[in-house]
């Protein structure tokens, strides 16, 4: 099972998004893409922002998303 889920990757998201706006995430598809662009970043020389040297590029991405380091901007924006 993947940690975190995919619903709380995608609630974590959204929480800034106020009510009766539309979500940013509303898809499983829009995670998967966001965190892969970010972990190509990481394979590319940027930076991590959360700590974890022995971690794959993946994993980091996954990491930094749960934690609020990384936005996903909507297509407006």
Do not use: C, F, W
Request: glycine content about 6%; hydrophobic content about 35%.
């Amino acid at each position: 099972m993947l940690h975190p889920s995919y619903s709380d990757l995608m609630k974590v998201v959204n929480s800034e998004v106020e009510q009766g706006e539309a979500p940013v995430v509303n898809s499983r598809y829009s995670i998967v893409m966001a965190t892969s662009k970010r972990a190509r970043q990481i394979i590319a020389g940027e930076e991590p922002l959360v700590e974890g040297k022995d971690k794959k590029p993946l994993s980091v991405a996954i990491e930094e998303l749960n934690q609020s380091r990384i936005k996903i901007l909507g297509d407006e924006e």
